[in-house]
């Protein structure tokens, strides 16, 4: 709920300066409205980087008089009243507990920013950066506007009083130089952060539009010997809009503790809204918007409407969830030693192959197990799980004995292939993954030869040859790009083991999918010669064409497919060791 972000805004108001106090470079990303205010204060994206688990969050939220009044449908011209912002402001404030910077514009003038000053102050904003252009101002980013600065005397005389209205040492009035972008010499830029600084400001912004980041970094250079000189320690902002390929790191190097994320969410918002407006209107129906838009229910979750937030996360964590494993056909390989039972029956180490499954999947809490059977059902044998049938499983494929249980599908579900062995923490660790879809995926399949007649689920993720800057492999980036039988060995990244969760979400837009397909498709698809045919393989890849994210979650080793008596022999040597 977002009741849970609340906080007084005496506990957030010095939170900006206890970050720059502990010596860290401050990640501000803007916020227009309180859902994206949600967004800035909440997300998180974890990956690994030498063994350990790596967190990413932003540390506070940047209140843009651009997107503010973007968001309204007007220009960013200081003409939405600060009545207006102080309602954006308040909104954001009401569902997060991040420190928060406001864009000041121009202040105004002295009197006006005195006002401005004391409301920030009081409902717990912990700074206010005002630019000195002459008010009213003009967006600093459009080419050929005509960019009017305010005298550095004045300017600093703003400060002053701003400075001496505030109630607590918590507050901080920043200064944004507009010179570079006005096309003044670098000398106009260090007098004014000499003048502002004298003046008591609490630290100095340093605005450019330029695509490359040389003319910050000249100031950043200057500007620490200013400090020196001095003899303070003010914090230095940037905002890398339009210098967009220097990296954080490289920042925070050049001496730079805030850097601000001004405008991405309200751009990219923009973005996807015409997107799904122009495919809207050129299908006539909302089906081909569907993977352009989160699920309504993750809105509810975020704005924590009627408590579904929580409902919701303990529909998707429980232990108890569906586990499917459709086991309808009949193996040609083992069908003399099966002499007419089902290919679960197979005993390895004492045990039949379903029980070490069951026993598997127990060992993780999870109880409600359905089997589809077919092939030598009279022959099945198992306790303690339910049991379904598929009359028709010599039609089609394994996806068809995995929709009998259908009606198991609805809250979320696991399936698990019939023939396939694995260690326990290979299901614990899939019980942690937060996303909607997410195949279990074996990285060794790089570094050995298939076996020969033996047809493997290859997988090619979306970012494996992506070039990396960093070390750091982030879990929410690793998406299935491509996934199927025909796929060429060389080129796979990874094996799919015949594992997968789908969360209540997942499973709708699976079922809603194949529903479709099959509906609307006649002859061959994706792999299949024809839509009778259809393999779970080839609706995740249709899944994946239409836009819906497929994650996979990355194993290297563990798991054993019992194909072949070799792989018999492999699995009782296990279970004996």
């Given at each position: 709920m977002t009741l849970l972000n609340t906080i007084l805004p005496e506990q957030r108001r010095g939170k900006l300066k206890a970050l720059l106090d502990a010596g860290k470079t401050v990640r501000v990303l803007e916020a227009h409205n309180g859902l994206s205010g949600i967004i800035a204060n909440t997300?998180?994206?974890?990956?690994?980087?030498?063994?350990?688990?790596?967190?990413?969050q932003f540390d506070a939220i940047w209140e843009s008089s651009l997107t503010d009044s973007a968001s309204k449908g007007h220009p960013d011209i200081e003409v939405v009243t600060f009545d207006s912002r102080f309602h954006t402001i308040?909104?954001?404030?009401?569902?997060t507990d991040k420190p928060m910077i406001v864009d000041g514009d121009t202040g105004g003038d002295a009197n006006t920013f005195e006002y401005t000053v004391s409301k920030l102050e009081r409902a717990g904003v912990s700074a206010v950066i005002i630019e000195d252009k002459v008010f009213p101002k003009r967006n600093s980013l459009e080419a050929g506007v005509q960019q009017n600065l305010q005298e550095p005397e004045v300017f600093a005389q703003k400060i002053r009083r701003g400075k001496s209205i505030q109630k607590s040492n918590d507050f901080m009035i920043i200064a944004r130089i507009e010179s570079l972008i006005a096309g003044k010499p670098m000398e106009d830029a260090l007098n004014r952060a000499t003048q502002y600084l004298q003046a008591g400001v609490d630290g100095i912004m340093i605005h450019s539009k330029s695509k490359n980041p040389d003319e910050i970094l000249e100031f950043s250079q200057k500007y620490q010997i200013i400090l020196k000189d001095l003899k303070l320690d003010k914090p230095l902002v940037c905002v890398p809009t339009t210098y967009n390929t220097i990296t954080e790191d490289e920042l925070s190097a050049a001496g730079f503790n805030i850097i601000i994320y001004a405008n991405h969410l309200l751009r990219s918002a923009y973005h996807a809204m015409m997107e799904t407006a122009k495919t809207l209107l050129r299908n006539q129906r909302s089906l081909e918007a569907d993977p352009l838009c989160v699920p309504v229910r993750e809105i509810f979750k975020t704005v924590g409407f009627l408590e579904v937030k929580e409902k919701d996360q303990q529909d998707e964590q429980t232990t108890n969830i569906p586990v499917i494993i459709p086991a309808a056909g009949e193996d040609p390989v083992f069908k003399e030693m099966l002499n007419g039972?089902?290919?679960?029956?197979?005993?390895?180490?004492?045990?039949?192959?379903?029980?070490?499954?069951?026993?598997?999947?127990?060992?993780?809490?999870?109880?409600?197990?359905?089997l589809i059977?077919?092939?030598?059902?009279?022959?099945?044998?198992?306790?303690?799980i339910e049991v379904l049938e598929n009359p028709d499983y010599q039609k089609g494929s394994m996806l068809n004995s995995l929709l009998v249980a259908k009606e198991k599908m609805a809250n979320g579900f696991i399936m698990l292939y019939s023939d396939i062995l694995m260690e326990d923490a290979i299901l614990n660790k899939l019980m942690d993954c937060k996303e909607d879809i997410v195949?279990?995926?074996?990285?060794?399949?790089?570094?050995?030869?298939?076996?020969?007649?033996?047809?493997?689920?290859y997988i090619i993720s979306k970012n494996h040859y992506k070039p990396a800057r960093r070390a750091i492999r982030f879990t929410g980036e690793n998406t299935v790009a491509n996934i199927g039988i025909k796929i060429n060995p060389e080129t796979a990244t990874h094996e799919f083991i015949g594992l997968a969760r789908f969360s209540k979400t997942g499973a709708e837009q699976f079922l809603e999918t194949y529903s479709d397909v099959i509906s609307n498709f006649t002859g061959p698809f994706q792999e299949s010669e024809d839509i009778a045919n259809l393999t779970f393989t080839d609706l995740m890849q249709e899944m994946i064409d239409r836009g819906f994210a497929v994650h996979y979650m990355e194993i290297h080793k563990g798991w054993l497919e019992i194909h072949n008596t070799d792989h018999i022999a492999l699995a009782q040597k296990s279970f004996n060791a």
């Open positions: 997300l998180e994206v974890t990956g690994e980087s030498e063994g350990k688990s790596v967190a990413r308040n909104e954001i404030l009401a569902v039972k089902p290919k679960t029956m197979l005993e390895i180490g004492g045990k039949t192959l379903i029980d070490h499954q069951i026993q598997t999947l127990s060992n993780a809490n999870l109880a409600d197990i359905t059977a077919g092939y030598g059902k009279d022959k099945l044998h198992v306790e303690g195949l279990v995926a074996d990285n060794s399949t790089q570094y050995h030869q298939p076996e020969e007649g033996h047809a493997l689920d």
